[in-house]
């Protein structure tokens, strides 16, 4: 992880990009996953960095854009000082994160609902991977980005228990570290290491605006192969 992200338990004091945090979110935003990923696998020869597809948007329309503030945890039966880690755990998030839980592969249990969603956006944390997930018409209320696997009304006390947070984890193929940026749209999340985000960003832009290209023409009529001719691709 890049050593300028300093994490501490109110947000992260100083932006790890040649850009502010802020300004990141807002030019990701704009951006679609697969674009992302095509620069990831064709200028970086990066071909694990979707989480696995099976993490949707709660609505299609959802977007997520952030610092990973990574937890692991997994089915347990144990409760002793469970409330406490997840109070600290809440506590500890940063401004502009989102939290992406590895859950080892739980079916059955909602480790994200209301109260948690509050506590989360009142930091200032812009979205949630999970896997299961209650209260979703507070979710939904709330207008926080959630992408999950599936509802429950299953509580985790008891069923679920964290193990531990901001330390790496693995989702699918993809290794995620603590500062990591992580995108996601209706076509699923992306982790992209943070030393190359920035980066990412700007050869991302490049090919949308060679896209715009490309359709302009495509709608123009030209053939296929004159479009492929002329540099375009599809």
């Known amino acids: 992880m890049n050593t300028n992200l300093i994490c501490t338990n109110e947000h992260i004091s100083k932006s790890p990009f040649p850009i502010s945090v802020a300004e990141m979110r807002e ?32 609505r299609e329309e959802m977007k997520l854009a952030g610092l990973a503030f990574t937890v692991k945890g997994g089915p347990d039966i144990t409760t002793e000082g469970e409330f406490e880690m997840r109070a ?5 998030i940063y401004e ?4 992406v839980w590895d859950c080892s592969g739980d079916t059955v249990t ?9 506590a989360a956006k ?10 299961g997930i209650r209260d979703t018409k507070a979710i ?5 980005p959630v992408f999950h696997q599936f509802k429950s009304n299953t509580g985790m006390l008891g069923r679920f228990r964290m193990y531990h947070y901001l330390k790496p984890i693995l989702m699918g193929e993809v290794i995620v570290t603590p500062g990591d940026w992580v995108f996601g749209d209706i076509d699923g999340v992306i982790s992209i290491p943070q030393n190359i985000a920035y980066d990412v960003l700007l050869a991302t832009e490049k ?7 490309i359709r302009e023409m495509v709608e123009s009529g030209m053939k296929p192969t004159d479009v492929v001719k002329n540099g375009g691709y599809f």
């Open 27 to 58: 030019r990701y935003l704009k951006l679609y996953t697969g674009a992302v990923n095509d620069v990831l696998r064709f200028n970086y020869q990066m071909h694990a960095s979707s989480l696995p597809a099976c993490y949707a948007p709660l």
């Open 110 to 118: 909602s480790q994200w609902g209301e109260v948690m969603t509050m």
């Open 88 to 92: 600290e755990m809440l506590e500890a």
């Open 140 to 144: 939904l209320e709330l207008g926080f």
């Open 122 to 131: 009142k930091i200032g944390c812009r979205g949630a991977v999970i896997n």
């Open 207 to 213: 090919l949308m605006f060679k896209e715009d290209e």
């Open 96 to 99: 502009d994160s989102v939290v």
